[in-house]
C-alpha cells in the first residue's frame, strides 16, 4: 500500500495536472444535466471567488458587499440585452466596465477605512443595492420579479443554449481567470497589494501609493464580478433583487477565507466547500434533509477551529499565521 | 402633530429593541474586536424561547399570576440564551481568538447558519403567532396619539434592563473588570483579572438582554420567524455604530435614534416605507465617512 502511494507520488507531476485536465473536460459527457448545472454554478462562484480573491485575499481589504458588484453587472446585461437587444458578448465588457465604475464611485469615500469598519461600509452599500434593486425607483430593474428573457449568448449564430454549452463557456472563463489572475499576483501591482494587506505603513514608505492600489483591487475586483453578473444573468435568464442578497456575500466572503486567503486553489477548493457541499449533502442526506444546513453551518465553525488559515493557503499567508502564533507563544 | 408624535412613539418602541440588541454587539466587539454575527440569532432563540414558555405558562394556566408569569418567563429565556451565548463563545471563538480577525467572521456566520437550523429543526419553517391578549389591550392618549400598554411596558423593561446594565459596569468590580479588559487584555491579566471569565459574562450578558428584547418583539408584532435575527440584528449593528461601537451608553443613544430616524422617514418621505431599511443603511455610511467613531465614541488611535 504505501509502496503504491509512493509510487503515485514519484510520478511526474505534469501527468496529474493532465489527467486533472481530461477529468475536466470529459466530466460532462459522463454526467448527469443535473451535475453539469451544479458544475456551471460552481464556475460562476469560483469566478465570484476569484474576484473577491483580489480586494480581500490579496490586498486584504475586508469587502462583505460584494454581491452588490456581481448585481451591478447582471443587472446591466440584463437591461441592455432586453430593452436594447445587445447581444450577451457585447454587453460582457459593458458590465464590467459599469461594475469599475460603479466600485470607483462608492469605495473612493471609503479608502481610508480600516478593517472592520470598511467591512460594515461594504454591507451597507451592498444592502442599499439590494433595496435599490427591489423598490425600482428609476423604473428599470423590475422590482421584486427582477428581470426575464435575457438572451442566451451566441457567437456566430451558435447559442449557448444546453447545459453543457455552459460547462464549457464557463470553464473557458475560468481557466482564464485563473491565468489572468496567476499572472496579476506575481506582477508589480499584485506585490503591492500583498505588501498592502503585511504593512500599510511599511507599504507606504516604500513609495507605494495605498490609496490608489487598494482602489485597483477594488475596480478589478469589481470589474470580474460584473463578468460573473454577465455569465449569471445569461445561464438563468431571469434575475432578481433577493439573489444578490446579503447572504451570498457572505458566502462570498466564505469561499475565500475557507479556501485560503490570497490563494487560487484555496478560493476553487472554497467554492467546492461553500456552493457544491451543500449539493452533495442534498444528495447523501436525504432522508434528513433539512438537517443540511446544519451540518453545513456547523462544518464552517469546525473549519476555522481546526484549519483557521483555510484548506489551501498561499504560503506566504501560513507562514504570516506561524509567525504570529511563534510571537505570542513566546 | 399627532401623526408626529405617533410616528415618535412607534420609533422609541423600535427603538428600545435595537438597543437592547446593540448592547450585544458593542459589549463583544469593545472586548475582543469582534462582531458577533450569530448575535441577532441568539435574539431570535430568545424570541422563541419566549414563545414557547408563553403557551406553557399562561395559555396553560400553569401560573394563574400575570405578572409574575411574565417574571419567570423573561428570567428564564434570557437564563437560557446567556448559556447558549457562553457555550457559543466558548466552542466557536475562543479557540480562534490568536486566529487573526477573518477566521472569527466565518465561524460566527457558520453560528448563525447552525442556531437559525437548530430552531427551524425543532418548531418548523413556518412563521409563529404569539396567542393574541396576553397583556390587556390598554392605551392612553397622549396628544392625540396612542400608547399601548405593550410600547409602555417594552419602554420600562428595557429602561430598566439598560439603567442595570449600565449600573453593572460602572459601578461594581466586575463591572470595572469588564471595562479593564476592554482597554487592554495584558494589562487586566496583570492586574490580576481573570480575562477568560470576563469574557464568558460578557457573552452571558449581551445575549441575556438580546432575549428580553426577542421576547418584547413577540409581544409587539406578535409573529416571529427563525429568520429574523440577521434583519433585526444589521439594524441593531447599524445602531451599534451610530453611537460608537463599544460604547455602552452610545449602543442605547444609537438604538433609539435609528428606530426614532427610521419610523420618522417611513412616515414623512415619499415610498419612505419602502426605504426604510436602506436609511439604516445609508446613516451607516455617512456615520462612517464623517465620523467612524460614531456620536458617543471616543478617539481611538488605530493600531497599525
Not at chain 1, 475586508?62 to 447582471?74: E, K, M, P, R, T
Not at chain 2, 416571529?224 to 434583519?231: E, L, Q, R, S
Request: with cysteine; proline share 4%; aromatic share 12%.
Amino acid at each position: 500500500m504505501k509502496d503504491l502511494f509512493l509510487r503515485l507520488k514519484g510520478i511526474d507531476q505534469r501527468w496529474w495536472y493532465l489527467a486533472l485536465a481530461l477529468g475536466i473536460i470529459l466530466f460532462p459527457w459522463f454526467t448527469s444535466n443535473y451535475w453539469i448545472s451544479v458544475a456551471v454554478f460552481f464556475g460562476i462562484y469560483a469566478l465570484l471567488g476569484l474576484s473577491l480573491n483580489i480586494i480581500l485575499g490579496y490586498a486584504g481589504l475586508f469587502q462583505l458587499g460584494h454581491a452588490a458588484f456581481w448585481a451591478v453587472g447582471a443587472y446591466t446585461t440584463a437591461i441592455l440585452n432586453t430593452r436594447y437587444g445587445i447581444p450577451i458578448f457585447v454587453t460582457l465588457p459593458i458590465s464590467a466596465l459599469v461594475s469599475a465604475l460603479f466600485a470607483i464611485l462608492i469605495t473612493k469615500p471609503i479608502l481610508h477605512l480600516r478593517g472592520d469598519y470598511l467591512c460594515l461600509v461594504t454591507i451597507g452599500f451592498g444592502e442599499i443595492v439590494r433595496l435599490f434593486l427591489f423598490n425600482d425607483p428609476l423604473g428599470i430593474t423590475g422590482g421584486i420579479n427582477g428581470i426575464r428573457g435575457i438572451d442566451r449568448p451566441s457567437i456566430f449564430g451558435f447559442v449557448f443554449h444546453q447545459p453543457i454549452h455552459y460547462y464549457y463557456l464557463t470553464l473557458a472563463f475560468v481557466v482564464f481567470t485563473i491565468f489572468a489572475m496567476r499572472r496579476l499576483e506575481n506582477s508589480r501591482l499584485g506585490r503591492a497589494w500583498i505588501y498592502v494587506r503585511e504593512d500599510e505603513l511599511a507599504a507606504e514608505a516604500m513609495g507605494i501609493d495605498t490609496t490608489q492600489v487598494k482602489l485597483l483591487a477594488f475596480i478589478i475586483g469589481a470589474a470580474w464580478a460584473g463578468v460573473a453578473g454577465t455569465l449569471y444573468a445569461s445561464r438563468y435568464t431571469v434575475i432578481a433583487p433577493e439573489t444578490f442578497s446579503f447572504w451570498n456575500s457572505c458566502v462570498m466572503f466564505c469561499i475565500v477565507i475557507i479556501g485560503g486567503v490570497g490563494s487560487i486553489p484555496g478560493v476553487l477548493v472554497g467554492t467546492l466547500g461553500m456552493v457544491v457541499l451543500p449539493e452533495l449533502l442534498r444528495d447523501v442526506l436525504e432522508e434528513v434533509v433539512q438537517w443540511r444546513m446544519l451540518v453545513f453551518g456547523a462544518a464552517m465553525m469546525l473549519m476555522m477551529i481546526f484549519r483557521p488559515e483555510g484548506f489551501w493557503p498561499s504560503p506566504i499567508r501560513r507562514h504570516e499565521l506561524r509567525a504570529a502564533e511563534l510571537t505570542a507563544s513566546e | 402633530m399627532e401623526f408626529f408624535l405617533q410616528q415618535a412613539i412607534n420609533g422609541i418602541t423600535i427603538g428600545a429593541f435595537y438597543a437592547l440588541i446593540a448592547l450585544g454587539y458593542t459589549m463583544v466587539y469593545g472586548i475582543l474586536k469582534l462582531i458577533n454575527f450569530a448575535h441577532g440569532d441568539l435574539f431570535m432563540v430568545g424570541s422563541y424561547l419566549g414563545y414557547t414558555l408563553v403557551i406553557a405558562l399562561i395559555i396553560s394556566g400553569l401560573i394563574p399570576n400575570l405578572l409574575v408569569a411574565l417574571l419567570i418567563i423573561f428570567l428564564m429565556a434570557m437564563g437560557m440564551v446567556a448559556l447558549t451565548g457562553a457555550l457559543l463563545e466558548r466552542v466557536a471563538y475562543r479557540p480562534l481568538r490568536k486566529a487573526g480577525r477573518l477566521a472569527p467572521v466565518v465561524s460566527a456566520l457558520g453560528a448563525s447558519i447552525f442556531l437559525q437550523n437548530v430552531v427551524m429543526l425543532i418548531y418548523g419553517p413556518r412563521y409563529h403567532v404569539y396567542p393574541k391578549g396576553i397583556l390587556p389591550d390598554i392605551h392612553w392618549s397622549i396628544g392625540g396619539a396612542y400608547v399601548t400598554l405593550v410600547q409602555l411596558a417594552t419602554l420600562v423593561i428595557s429602561i430598566l434592563l439598560m439603567g442595570g446594565l449600565y449600573f453593572f459596569i460602572q459601578r461594581t468590580r466586575l463591572g470595572t473588570a469588564i471595562r479593564a479588559v476592554a482597554l487592554d487584555h495584558d494589562t487586566a491579566r496583570l492586574m490580576g483579572i481573570d480575562v477568560n471569565r470576563i469574557i464568558t459574562l460578557v457573552f452571558l450578558l449581551g445575549p441575556a438582554l438580546g432575549a428580553a428584547g426577542g421576547i418584547m418583539i413577540g409581544l409587539y408584532y406578535g409573529r416571529i420567524n427563525f429568520t429574523m435575527g440577521w434583519g433585526y440584528g444589521l439594524k441593531a449593528f447599524v445602531a451599534a455604530i451610530l453611537g460608537g461601537i463599544g460604547n455602552i451608553p452610545g449602543a442605547m443613544v444609537g438604538g433609539f435614534l435609528l428606530g426614532i430616524f427610521e419610523t420618522l422617514a417611513a412616515g414623512y418621505l415619499p415610498w419612505g416605507g419602502a426605504w426604510k431599511d436602506a436609511i439604516a443603511f445609508l446613516i451607516l455610511i455617512l456615520i462612517l465617512i464623517l465620523r467612524p467613531t460614531g456620536l458617543l465614541g471616543e478617539r481611538v488611535v488605530e493600531k497599525i
